[in-house]
């Protein structure tokens, strides 16, 4: 079954810290992984997609990575600023019609 | 140039209900999906549309139903509504079918009573 997990559910970090948000997923039959944000009740908005022949992309203070081998991606953002408090959701794509999404990691940024 | 626009943003309906939400894709945009969110969960899909044809289902009762019109916009209605209907539903445009870039409109609220 392809599954996609994040771990922690919640993060608090100080203002101004790097931090490292955690995605796994089962398939390393993967075509793509995107990362998204979304605020209360608000819709998704794309952060970042990296191609399964890519190993990271990288957009202002934030760089994805991606291991196929090992089932993982990984969000780093930096200098952390109260403005980034929302929760991340990442998305893989196994090749299918579909993203497979996981459940998210609610991130706060305590200034 | 316009993002992923959905209507309306929020709705309440009585069980037994039958609801209709719609999409209108970014300009260009071919393929059309929907996804339903509950609260604390990610996304699951629901269908994809893309040229107008079914080319994808999630594993939804059959009171979920979609269409893609000429114009690429898209309609989702759910009939006989049930309490466990109620969800953040969402629609997400890309260019093409399968693996390229999804972008999502900001939702449509719909709570059961």
């Known amino acids: 079954k392809q599954e996609v997990t994040q771990i922690p559910a919640a993060l608090s970090v100080p203002e101004g810290e790097n931090l490292v948000l955690n995605c796994s997923f089962t398939d390393s039959a993967i075509y793509n992984l995107q990362w998204f944000r979304q605020d209360p009740g608000k819709g998704l908005t794309s952060l970042l997609l990296?191609?399964?022949?890519?190993r990271e992309q990288t957009s202002g203070r934030l760089n994805a990575s991606l291991d196929k081998s090992s089932g993982r991606s990984t969000l780093y953002i930096a200098a952390s600023q109260p403005g980034d408090s929302a929760t991340y959701l990442c998305a893989a794509h196994f090749g299918n019609e579909k993203l497979t999404f996981g459940t998210g990691t609610r991130l706060t940024i305590i200034p | 140039d316009a993002g992923v626009t959905q209507s309306p943003t929020h709705l309440i309906k009585t069980r037994g209900q039958q609801v209709t939400l719609r999409c209108s894709p970014i300009?260009?945009?071919?393929?059309v999906s929907w996804y339903q969110q509950v609260l604390g969960q990610g996304p699951q899909f629901i269908f994809q549309y893309y040229e107008k044809e079914e080319r994808g289902r999630g594993n939804f009762p059959d009171r979920f139903s979609a269409r893609q019109f000429p114009n690429y916009s898209s309609e989702l209605n759910v009939n006989a509504l049930l309490l466990g209907d109620s969800a953040l539903y969402l629609c997400a445009s890309s260019f093409s079918r399968g693996n390229t870039e999804a972008f999502f409109g900001q939702g449509t609220r719909l709570t059961v009573v």
């Open positions: 990296i191609q399964s022949s890519q």
């Open positions: 300009s260009g945009h071919k393929s």
